[in-house]
């Protein structure tokens, strides 16, 4: 994962948000997923980057933060995607420091998570 923000003289600009997983984990969470669900309700697609939570990223930017585009990005060897943000003053835009706890991991994700953890620990 990594940001980029571009500044125009007059204090306004774009922050270029890049985030790439392995395919490997992506397919381990959809396995993971797929063991998991619940078996009463209808099964969903399984998606690593969801387009509104990416969108709703905005105003966690910053105030005037405006959404711009999204490009979903699969490779051989990962998937990811490249987000592009607008702002019409430097002095409003809040980049994360630590990227880490930005990992897309909805809260059904977590709780695939934790169902592997405990798996993994009763054995």
């Given amino acids: 994962m990594h940001t980029v923000v571009t500044v125009k003289?007059?204090?306004s600009g774009l922050v270029?948000?890049?985030?790439?997983?392995?395919?490997?984990?992506?397919?381990?969470?959809k396995e993971f997923a797929a063991a998991f669900a619940d078996s009463?309700?209808?099964?969903?697609?399984?998606?690593?980057?969801e387009?509104?939570?990416?969108?709703?990223?905005a105003s966690e930017l910053g105030e005037g933060i405006e959404f711009v585009s999204m490009k979903n990005i699969v490779t051989d060897e990962k998937e990811g995607y490249t987000a592009i943000y607008?702002?019409?003053?430097?002095?409003?835009?809040?980049?994360?420091q630590d990227p880490s706890n930005e990992m897309p991991m909805g809260e059904s994700k977590k709780e695939v998570i934790?169902?592997?953890n405990m798996y993994f620990l009763n054995l």
């Fill in 9 to 11: 003289k007059d204090g």
């Fill in 86 to 96: 607008k702002f019409k003053d430097l002095n409003t835009v809040k980049v994360n």
């Fill in 40 to 49: 009463t309700q209808p099964q969903q697609e399984f998606k690593m980057f």
């Fill in 114 to 116: 934790r169902q592997v």
């Fill in 16 to 29: 270029e948000e890049n985030i790439f997983i392995g395919k490997e984990i992506i397919n381990m969470f």
């Fill in 51 to 57: 387009e509104e939570k990416i969108k709703a990223k």
